[in-house]
């Protein structure tokens, strides 16, 4: 059994939050500039130097690279043979969160309760999902998820009857519906099978992973592929102001399903789908 001090985890978090505000992970940075070459409208085009220049500014000038920073998701795959010591492991998670939000200088966009909306002051709490692994170690991932994005996304409850050109016509819907609103270019997180709540869950997590990882089946990477090509044939274009690269990727995680069943569930990612990781 090793043990962890929880002050580990806090300081992790903090750093966490703050990296992942500041810098893209590089395969996105390379998505964007592989977008900025595939780009055919000029409008478009110059508005990809935009976002480019953006980012280089953020990590110049130690800046977030979006004024909103985002409710932060945390990912913890925690090793069984783990052991916190020296306090509750949420609150010390969500000590992080607070002192990166504050020590970053990042906006607080949290509010205690969804009808009275008062403010929390320090960006906690953050939205929490463990999960419990083999090992000793500690896996943590933070993805600040701004609202933008986040509020085009979307859930359906299919049947297995559903086709998948059906399924692939949904999540562009989801897309055409959301327009300019997530600030494209996005990158879509797509989860397909489990429960209601899990199904959420799974899109969530295919926006942490690598944008140029395709998914390891054959038939959700064709998907993958085949989703991509139609939302980008929407000629939404970057910001929204009409172009070929609408979107960046599409990322889908599956999971076993009931019989009767098919959720399917769009996560909108939008140009600054963020996320940084450590081990501990
Ligand atoms: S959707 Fe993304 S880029 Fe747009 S404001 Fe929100 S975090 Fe920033």
Avoid: W
Wanted: aromatic fraction near 4%; charged fraction near 20%.
């Amino acid at each position: 059994m090793r043990e962890i001090d929880v002050s580990v985890v806090t300081q992790t978090v903090k750093e966490l939050c703050i990296k992942a505000n500041r810098v893209l992970p590089q395969d996105m940075c390379e998505c964007i500039k592989r977008g900025a070459a595939a780009e055919k409208s000029p409008v478009g085009k110059s508005v990809f130097d935009d976002i480019l220049d953006n980012l280089k500014a953020a990590e110049q000038e130690t800046l977030p690279i979006c004024q909103d920073t985002g409710m932060a998701v945390i990912f913890m795959d925690i090793g069984q043979d783990v052991h916190f010591v020296g306090g509750d492991l949420e609150e010390a998670v969500n000590a992080g969160v607070s002192a990166g939000y504050t020590d970053g200088l990042l906006r607080k966009s949290v509010v205690s309760d969804p009808l009275e909306r008062v403010n929390t002051g320090d960006n906690t709490p953050a939205v929490l999902h463990i999960r419990i692994v083999a090992g000793e170690s500690v896996k943590i991932v933070c993805a600040p998820k701004g609202f933008g994005s986040e509020n085009m996304s979307q859930l359906k409850m299919m049947t297995p009857s559903v086709t998948r050109e059906e399924i692939v016509d949904y999540v562009v819907n989801v897309c055409a519906q959301a327009g300019s609103n997530p600030c494209p270019p996005i990158v879509i997180g797509v989860g397909i099978g489990g429960d209601f709540e899990k199904c959420a869950y799974l899109a969530k997590k295919a926006l942490c992973r690598p944008v140029s990882q395709r998914n390891p089946k054959p038939l959700y990477a064709e998907l993958e592929q085949q989703i991509l090509d139609k939302i980008n044939k929407l000629g939404i274009g970057p910001q929204g102001f009409g172009g070929t690269q609408t979107c960046l990727a599409v990322n889908i995680e599956q999971a076993p399903t009931h019989i009767a069943g098919l959720p399917v569930s769009v996560n909108v990612g939008c140009h600054v789908t963020r996320h940084a990781e450590a081990e501990i």
